[in-house]
C-alpha cells in the first residue's frame, strides 16, 4: 500500500496511528478519523462548487454569446471570491411574518441534501466517502431532502411567489420520481448491485449507455426535472413568480441555495458517468493491457470522473440554456401520460433481455437493437397519435369570423 | 462506552423529543416538520441495526413522499395553519395512564426475554443483506405469499385511486 496507489486508506491508517500514539482506544481514534474524512468530503465538494460558480457563469456567457466574468485573475477565475465577498457583505434581510427558524435552516437543508450525495460518489477505485450496497436508494433518499428545502423555504418566507414555486416544486419532484427510480433501476439490473462502486466496475468492458440509451435519457430527463433547472425551472420562473421558493432570501442564504443548485447540476452530471459512461473507468478493457496499466491509478481515475462529471455537467448546461420553460400542465402530462409508461416498459424489457440474452453471445449487441427497436416502435405511435389529434382539429375547426362583420 | 452506544442515545432523545413536539406543536406544518425529524430518527436506528436498505426506505417513503405530501395537503387547504382549539380532551388522564401501562408492560416482558442485556450477533463480512432480502420476498418457503398479497392490495388501491379520479369529472 503506497501513496500512488490508496491514498485515502494510506492516510486514514497514519492519522489513526498518531491519535492511537497520543493513548487514544483503538475505537475513539477511528470516529475521530472518519469525522475527518467527513470534512475532508464536505470540504471537496464545497471547492468543486466554488469553481462550479465560474463554470455556470463563463458557459451561460458563451451560450449568449457573452464573455463573461473576465477582470479578475486569469480567465475571470477569481471571481467566485468577489461574489463570495459580495454574499457575505450584503444586508440579510428576515421577510415580516417569515417564520425564523424554518427560514434560516432551509438553505442550510438545500445544500446539505447536496452534501450527503457525496457520501457515495465513487471518484476513484480507492476514493470514495463510504460503499453502501443500496447507494442508488440513497441518492433518491438524499433527494427527499432537495424537496423538503424547497417547501421550507417557499412556507416560510410568507410570500405568495414562493409558495407558489415550493408547490410547483413538490408537483414535479413527486411526478419525476417515478421515471428517475425506473432508470436507476436499469443500470442496477444490468450491473446486478446497487453499489455505485460494482456498478462502475460492471462497465469496465461496455458503457450502459450502449446497453441502454433509453434509459440513459430517462435519467437526465427526470434529473433534470429533479434539479429544478431549466426546461422544469417551473419552481423559480422569472417571468412569472419573480424567483419563486428563494425570492425572500439574500446574501449568504440565497448564495447557498445558489452553490447548492450547481452542486447539486454538477453532482447529477459524475451520475450520469458512474450509471451510464462507467465512472472512473470504463476505458473498454483498455486498462488491462500493460502499457495502460496506469489507468487503474486513483488519482487518474479521478481526474478521468470529474471530466466525465463536467461534460454531463455541461450537456445539463446545453440544455437549461437552449430550452424554453415547459408549462405546468405539459409537464404533467408529459410524465404521467410518456415517461412513466415508457420507463414501466423499458424496465420490464431490460429485465427480460438482461436474463434472456445473457448467456448467448450477442448480449449487447441484442440490448442496443432492443433499445432502438423500441425507441421506433415509441416514436411511430407517438407520430400516428399526433396525426390522428390534428385531423381531428382540422375537422373540428370551426371559421373565425372577421371582425369588421359586426 | 462504544461510539454505537453514544449515537443510540443521542439518537433516541431526539426520537423522543421530536415525537413530543409533533402532537404538543399547535402548527401544524411545525408539527409535520417535528415529524420528519422523528421519522429521520428512526431511519438513523435502522442504520444502527445495519439494516441500510431499511433505513433509505423509510427516508424515501415517509420522508420523500408521506410527510412532503402532508405539508403539501395542510398548505392547499388549510387557511389557517394555526389550530384554535385545546390541545387536550377530557380523556388525556386515561391515555396517560394506557400509555404508561403499555410501555411498562412491553418493558416488563422485554425484560425476561435474553436478548435484552446481549450483544448484537455480528453479520458474517461478506453477507449481502439486500440479496438475502431479495430471494426471501419471491422464495415460496419465505415471504411470497405476503409479498404477492400486499402487491395486490397496492393494485387495488391504485385502480380505486384512478377510478375515483376518473368518476368526478362527469
Sequence with gaps: ?406 | MTPDQVIFILCAAVIVVTAIMVVTSPNLIHAALWLIATLFGVAILYALLQAGFLALVQVVIYIGAIAILFIFAVMLTRREMRDKGPQLNKNWALAAILAVLTFGGLFYILSGWSGFSGKAAEIPAGMDTLRNLGFALVSPDAYLLPFEVASILLLAALIGAIYIASASKK
Design chain 1, 1 to 406: 500500500m503506497t501513496f500512488w496507489n490508496d491514498p485515502i486508506n494510506l492516510i486514514s491508517e497514519w492519522l489513526r496511528g498518531i491519535f492511537m500514539g497520543w493513548g487514544m482506544a483503538a475505537n475513539l481514534a477511528m470516529v475521530i478519523t472518519n469525522i475527518i474524512g467527513i470534512f475532508v468530503i464536505i470540504l471537496f465538494a464545497m471547492a468543486i462548487a466554488i469553481f462550479l460558480v465560474w463554470v455556470e457563469r463563463k458557459v451561460v456567457a458563451r451560450f449568449q454569446d457573452r464573455l463573461g466574468p473576465n477582470r479578475i485573475g486569469p480567465f475571470g477565475l477569481f471571481q467566485p471570491f468577489a461574489d463570495i465577498v459580495k454574499l457575505i457583505i450584503k444586508e440579510d434581510i428576515t421577510p415580516e411574518g417569515a417564520d425564523k427558524l424554518i427560514f434560516n435552516m432551509a438553505p442550510v437543508i438545500s445544500l446539505a441534501s447536496v452534501i450527503l450525495i457525496w457520501a457515495v460518489v465513487p471518484l476513484a477505485s480507492q476514493i470514495y466517502g463510504v460503499d453502501i450496497n443500496v447507494a442508488v436508494l440513497y441518492l433518491v433518499a438524499a433527494g427527499a431532502f432537495g424537496t423538503l428545502s424547497v417547501i421550507m423555504a417557499g412556507w416560510s418566507s410568507n410570500n405568495k411567489y414562493a409558495l407558489i414555486g415550493a408547490f410547483r416544486m413538490v408537483a414535479t419532484m413527486i411526478s419525476y420520481e417515478i421515471p428517475m427510480v425506473v432508470a436507476l433501476l436499469i443500470p442496477t439490473i444490468i450491473a446486478g448491485t446497487m453499489s455505485l462502486k460494482e456498478i462502475s466496475n460492471a462497465q469496465n468492458g461496455i458503457w450502459f449507455a450502449f446497453l441502454s440509451p433509453l434509459g440513459l435519457l430517462l435519467f437526465v430527463i427526470s434529473a433534470i426535472a429533479e434539479l429544478g433547472r431549466s426546461p422544469f425551472d417551473l419552481n423559480e420562473a422569472e417571468s412569472e413568480i419573480v424567483a419563486g421558493f428563494h425570492i425572500e432570501y439574500t446574501g449568504m442564504k440565497f448564495g447557498l441555495f445558489y452553490a447548492g443548485e450547481l452542486l447539486h447540476a454538477f453532482t447529477f452530471g459524475g451520475f450520469m458517468a458512474v450509471f451510464f459512461f462507467g465512472g472512473y473507468g470504463g476505458f473498454f478493457g483498455l486498462e488491462k493491457l500493460a502499457a495502460f496499466s496506469w489507468l487503474s491509478n486513483p488519482f487518474i481515475q479521478m481526474v478521468v470522473f470529474l471530466i466525465k462529471a463536467l461534460i454531463g455537467y455541461w450537456v445539463i448546461m446545453w440544455i437549461k440554456y437552449s430550452m424554453p420553460r415547459i408549462r405546468i400542465d405539459h409537464m404533467l402530462a408529459f410524465n404521467w401520460k410518456f415517461l412513466t409508461p415508457l420507463a414501466f416498459v423499458l424496465l420490464m424489457m431490460t429485465a427480460l433481455l438482461d436474463k434472456l440474452l445473457a448467456p448467448t453471445n450477442f448480449y449487447v449487441s441484442g440490448m442496443f437493437i432492443s433499445n432502438l427497436l423500441f425507441a421506433w416502435i415509441v416514436i411511430e405511435i407517438l407520430r400516428s397519435r399526433s396525426k390522428q389529434e390534428r385531423a381531428h382539429d382540422i375537422e373540428h375547426a370551426e371559421p373565425v369570423e372577421l371582425a369588421a362583420h359586426h
